[in-house]
């Protein structure tokens, strides 16, 4: 049989073996899924809702072994896999608690005889191909919201992420969830390739610019709903007047957490000349205290990397940088294995000239980069094709404000970083993607609004 292996990335050795699916599997789960979508869609609200209350209980029975499960494949911290299962409960209860009030049928006009209505229908058959950083975040602000709205879900989990996708699918069908609404598939991005050339309604794609540039022309002619939440390059703005001490360590929580593995991590810090010094000073103590080692270890704050590839990129960012006159203060090199392992590294005396500070690092390495003005950090922090997310450090909320409504990002935090709100949209400007997730408006996406004109007499 055909099977895909899973690897554990702290030690490299081989966890499981799973049989994968290819282009004919994917075919037929497809259709199944269509058969299978209009009796979902049926079904009330209230049983709807009573299954996903039901999977959440199950992650909260399982969450222990679930965590292991996201460790042992991922590398990610033990702490960090259980806190993703946590934050994951209160994604699951906003939508269960929006989903009624985003998807009733609104009336909008009433007079003379004439009514206009809007009604959210179910887009029908959907692909959400995912990223392994955060699995069950990333999944879960599709697949939750798209099954409660009445849509088949055909599931694709990056292959480093496998094991996590079908825990999710044996916790949702325990939950009553049919096994041709909610369908994982899996495999390698050939088998992502082959869902986005099936009939499908809609693809919710979560993952690297290429990558989601590729699914872009290859679904463009078709006009389905194609939404594509992608990477960033996310700056940050510690102005002169700043709690310096906070914001370093702070800063530097938001560019290591999850190995800098995260969409949303600090990838560039600007800051005022004035308290530059300081700043590093404390940034760089702090990230000399994150203990690197064993993911299932409790004190252990980076793990492995996930992807053995992106150790290439970082030591090519940590050359480029080196070679044009940067500085490093700790770090800038791998562990030894077995598995992938990068010392956390902190760069000054960074520009714009150099990789590290332009393209995605997807790691635990950050450059910290002096500036003059809050103008001159607004100019920078705009100098990118990426705008995912942007933050200001300051007491002054006006200058913060003011510096973060000029600046291109989906979303902006005054004294805070990587962070996600299920109650805000999640989106981007740019190479960021296109569409959004979470919010009340993460649940219409899964809608189409179909108008009403109703003429009684
Ligand atoms: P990839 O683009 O490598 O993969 C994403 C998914 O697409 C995986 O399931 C992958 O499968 C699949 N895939 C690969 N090739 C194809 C193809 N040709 N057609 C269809 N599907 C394919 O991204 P990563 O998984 O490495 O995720 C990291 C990236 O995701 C980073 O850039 C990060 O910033 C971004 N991201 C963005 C978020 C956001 O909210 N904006 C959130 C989280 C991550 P396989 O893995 O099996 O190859």
Known sequence: MNTLTITNPATGASIANVPRDDAASVAAKVSQARTAQPAWQAVSLAERKGCIERFRSFVVRDL???????????????????????????????????????????????????????????????????????????????????????????????????????????????????????????????????????RIDGLFFTGSYATGASIARAVGPRMIKLQLELGGKDPTYVCLDANVKNAALSLADGAMYNAGQSCCSVERIYVHESIHDEFLQHFVEEVKTFKVGDPMSEDTYIGAMTRAAQLDVLDAQAKDATAKGATLHVGGHRLPGPGNWYTPTVFSNVDHTMELMREESFGPIIGIQKVKSDEEAVALMNDTRYGLTAGVFTPDEARARSVLSRVNAGSVYWNCCDRVSPRLPWSGYGDSGIGLTLSTYGVQTFCRPKAWHLRSA
């Open 64 to 198: 222990e072994s679930l965590a292991h499960t996201l460790t042992h494949e991922t590398g990610k911290p033990v702490k960090q896999s259980r806190n993703e299962l946590n934050g994951l409960l209160g994604r699951i209860d906003f939508f269960l608690g929006a989903v009624d009030t985003s998807t009733n049928t609104v009336t909008v006009f009433n007079e003379g005889g004439m009514c206009e209505q809007i009604e959210q229908v179910p887009l029908g058959v959907v692909a959400n191909i995912s990223a392994w950083n955060y699995p069950w975040f990333v999944g879960g602000n599709v697949f939750v919201p798209a099954l409660l709205t009445g849509n088949a879900v055909l599931y694709k989990p990056s292959e480093f992420a496998t094991m996590t996708g079908l825990a999710i699918a044996r916790l949702l069908h325990e939950a009553g969830i049919p096994e041709n609404v909610f369908v994982p598939l899996v495999g390698t991005g050939d088998v992502g390739e082959a869902l986005t050339g099936e």
